[in-house]
């Protein structure tokens, strides 16, 4: 009776420890690229050099909206981004632009090409153990979470610049 028990106690614990591990080995890149090919909302805590930004982000579509919450000086400070042209807007005064025209270093283009390259799965690598997937064509890495891909942290060494996520969301 007790070496019954015993084994059923022994394959409940493996098939747990197995499905656990299968569902780690499962995620990929593909995964990445169809959750971000979707519409997704966040907050970011935004660390660029010796600055800190906070923004509401939205994706719709093929437009991220990027608007800044703080500092107060900034605050309502608005990006839309949709692939070819930029339109900002402060305080009552918009200006459209190429996307070409909006410097590279731009905080919200920084965030709009890295989110576009989470969605195709060609450019990133994905380490599993440390559920950080890593775009290599532009210099970024994104850390998701591993149960839901939500996005945590996005990193641009090269730029000195952190986007801290809370509560993102798929829509």
Do not use: W
């Amino acid at each position: 009776m007790r070496k019954n028990a015993l084994f059923k106690a022994v394959l409940i614990f493996s098939i747990s420890v197995l499905t656990a591990c299968s569902k780690v080995l499962t995620l990929s890149t593909q995964d990445i690229a169809e959750a971000y090919s979707g519409d997704y909302a966040c907050s970011a805590v935004i660390l660029a050099e010796d600055d800190s930004f906070n923004a509401d982000i939205e994706k719709n579509g093929s437009e991220i909206t990027f608007t800044v919450t703080s500092p107060e000086s900034m605050a309502g400070l608005c990006a839309v981004l949709d692939g070819e042209n930029a339109r900002f807007s402060f305080c009552g005064i918009s200006a459209d632009f190429s996307q070409n025209d909006v410097p590279p270093k731009a905080l919200a283009k920084l965030f709009y090409l890295a989110l576009q390259s989470l969605s195709l799965p060609d450019g990133i690598s994905l380490n599993l153990e440390q559920t950080r997937a890593v775009a290599r064509c532009n210099g970024f890495s994104a850390e998701l979470d591993k149960d839901d891909l939500a996005l945590v942290r996005l990193s641009f060494p090269e730029e000195n610049t952190v986007f801290e996520i809370e509560n993102f969301r798929f829509l």
